[in-house]
């Protein structure tokens, strides 16, 4: 039956299976799906591309001292942006998200600053009471660092499976940084890639993904067909640095493509693209540097790349292009994410969360000037992307053709939330 009146209609959307329909919504969620609710507000989308918004399963979003870096507020307006309307935003703080009272400050900075709404991951490191941080409602554990990173202090093999362990019991999703290091500091690209090998990688990988019986593992960022290939049931995510980008298409010291894991060579990117079907989720890791911090020695500059706002404007190029299709698109940004992490789905139907974005189908280029991360930079300069005109979040225009408005993002708890946060 069709109510007698909604919040916003979206009218003429192009479904992914091709029937056209007009899309009303009500507090938040789509409340009907073919001819229009009555309503005052409503927006046309004739020729556009709707998507449901993107989930962005691993992001840093820094603030505190970090806040130079980026903080909820320019990170969650980089996310709108870029047609993420929720983020989960990673426990590599400073402090670490490690101790109870961490984690509900995290949630209050997030409650006050982000502009998109969030979920927040616990840390996973020695001591941490883990059965805490879940009830208080992490929405996953890591990304635990099985080799060090950026802010990452890394466990050790039987710390790590131990945390597994615990981690199964309490039902939770374990999320994996699986690397090898070897020991040496790099002073440009190439070693850096040899350094955090893509053998190692899938060593790694390998190693993990033979203890699922503990718990439901995702593995993040991996930057290799073969690494993918070894993740055997556990999920899998790759970013849009390891799809678009090679170290062998950078400055051989160029320190704003250094990141872990490394990007490896043309051959292993053009390689990733061939399991495309086999990927999960992509997901940024928006791990925003300054451009000061940068720019110091190869050895002595932090690993990590900007990326929330750019994710998906990539991925659309590529559909425009036909590299891609919209199904595997929807699924790997929006959809896959919603079913690991447990988040309602964002789509078309009667009942779905009632987040979009909304695409034309010219492509431009990247370019930092018109990007929100504190950071200032980015990698992905210059390559074609496509970024949306209007972001709906919770049935509420965020934004539209560069202006933002208030849209009430939320928090999402994990499964073992037992309440008595901010909700
Ligand atoms: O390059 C990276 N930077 N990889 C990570 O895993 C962490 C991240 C960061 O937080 O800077």
């Given at each position: 039956m069709?109510?007698p009146r909604?919040?916003l209609?979206l009218?003429?959307?192009?479904?992914?299976?091709?029937?056209?329909?007009?899309?009303?919504?009500?507090?938040?969620?789509?409340?009907?799906t073919g001819?229009?609710?009555p309503?005052?507000?409503?927006?046309?989308?004739?020729?556009?591309?709707?998507?449901?918004?993107?989930?962005?399963?691993?992001?840093?979003?820094?603030?505190?001292?970090?806040?130079?870096?980026?903080d909820?507020?320019?990170?969650?307006?980089?996310?709108?942006?870029?047609?993420?309307t929720?983020?989960?935003?990673q426990?590599?703080?400073?402090?670490?998200?490690?101790?109870?009272?961490?984690?509900?400050?995290?949630?209050?900075?997030?409650?006050?600053?982000?502009?998109?709404?969030?979920?927040?991951?616990?840390?996973?490191?020695?001591?941490?009471?883990?059965?805490?941080?879940?009830?208080?409602?992490?929405?996953?554990?890591?990304?635990?660092f099985?080799?060090?990173?950026?802010?990452?202090?890394?466990?050790?093999?039987?710390?790590?499976?131990?945390?597994?362990?615990?981690?199964?019991?309490?039902?939770?999703?374990?999320?994996?940084h699986a690397?090898?290091?070897m020991?040496?500091?790099?002073?440009?690209?190439?070693?850096?890639?040899?350094?955090?090998g893509?053998?190692?990688?899938?060593?790694?990988?390998?190693?993990?993904?033979?203890?699922?019986?503990h718990c439901?593992?995702?593995?993040?960022?991996?930057?290799?067909?073969?690494?993918?290939?070894?993740?055997?049931s556990a999920?899998?995510?790759?970013?849009?640095?390891?799809?678009?980008?090679?170290?062998?298409?950078?400055?051989?010291?160029?320190?704003?493509?250094?990141v872990?894991?490394?990007?490896?060579?043309?051959?292993?990117?053009?390689?990733?693209?061939?399991?495309?079907?086999?990927?999960?989720?992509?997901?940024?890791?928006?791990?925003?540097?300054?451009?000061?911090?940068?720019?110091?020695?190869?050895?002595?500059?932090?690993?990590?790349?900007?990326?929330?706002?750019?994710m998906?404007p990539?991925?659309?190029?590529?559909?425009?292009?036909?590299?891609?299709?919209?199904?595997?698109?929807?699924?790997?940004?929006?959809?896959r994410?919603?079913?690991i992490?447990?988040?309602?789905?964002?789509?078309?139907?009667p009942g779905?969360?009632?987040?979009?974005?909304?695409?034309?189908?010219?492509?431009?280029?990247?370019?930092?000037?018109?990007?929100?991360?504190?950071?200032?930079?980015?990698?992905?300069?210059?390559l074609?992307?496509?970024?949306?005109?209007?972001?709906?979040?919770?049935?509420?225009?965020?934004?539209?053709?560069?202006?933002?408005?208030?849209?009430?993002?939320?928090?999402?708890?994990?499964?073992?939330?037992?309440?008595?946060?901010?909700?």
């Amino acid at each position: 039956m069709i109510p007698p009146r909604c919040d916003l209609v979206l009218k003429e959307v192009t479904l992914p299976g091709g029937r056209v329909a007009d899309l009303s919504i009500s507090d938040g969620i789509v409340v009907h799906t073919g001819s229009p609710c009555p309503s005052d507000q409503l927006i046309s989308c004739r020729g556009l591309t709707v998507l449901p918004g993107a989930i962005d399963m691993h992001v840093h979003m820094r603030g505190r001292v970090q806040s130079g870096k980026e903080d909820w507020k320019s990170g969650s307006m980089s996310a709108i942006a870029g047609g993420v309307t929720i983020v989960v935003d990673q426990p590599n703080t400073i402090p670490p998200l490690k101790t109870e009272e961490t984690f509900r400050e995290r949630i209050s900075e997030a409650a006050r600053d982000s502009v998109c709404s969030y979920a927040i991951n616990c840390g996973v490191l020695p001591g941490t009471d883990l059965a805490a941080l879940w009830r208080a409602g992490a929405m996953a554990f890591g990304e635990i660092f099985a080799a060090p990173s950026s802010y990452g202090e890394s466990l050790d093999a039987q710390a790590l499976r131990t945390s597994l362990e615990t981690i199964g019991r309490l039902g939770g999703l374990a999320t994996i940084h699986a690397e090898e290091t070897m020991p040496g500091s790099p002073s440009d690209l190439a070693t850096h890639n040899r350094l955090r090998g893509p053998a190692g990688e899938t060593r790694a990988v390998s190693l993990i993904a033979g203890w699922q019986h503990h718990c439901r593992i995702h593995f993040c960022h991996l930057s290799t067909a073969s690494a993918v290939a070894a993740a055997g049931s556990a999920s899998v995510e790759v970013t849009p640095h390891h799809l678009y980008l090679s170290y062998e298409q950078a400055g051989e010291t160029d320190t704003s493509c250094k990141v872990n894991p490394p990007l490896r060579t043309e051959t292993e990117r053009r390689r990733l693209w061939s399991v495309w079907e086999r990927i999960d989720v992509i997901a940024s890791d928006h791990a925003p540097h300054t451009m000061q911090e940068k720019l110091v020695p190869f050895p002595d500059a932090p690993s990590g790349i900007p990326g929330v706002e750019t994710m998906l404007p990539l991925l659309v190029a590529s559909l425009v292009k036909g590299d891609i299709d919209l199904p595997t698109l929807i699924a790997k940004t929006s959809w896959r994410p919603s079913e690991i992490l447990g988040i309602p789905k964002a789509g078309y139907s009667p009942g779905d969360r009632a987040d979009f974005a909304l695409y034309g189908s010219e492509s431009t280029r990247v370019t930092a000037e018109t990007l929100h991360s504190r950071a200032g930079w980015t990698p992905f300069e210059g390559l074609p992307a496509v970024f949306p005109d209007i972001v709906i979040q919770s049935g509420n225009i965020a934004y539209d053709h560069g202006d933002f408005y208030p849209s009430s993002p939320r928090w999402y708890p994990g499964r073992g939330y037992i309440g008595g946060g901010p909700t």
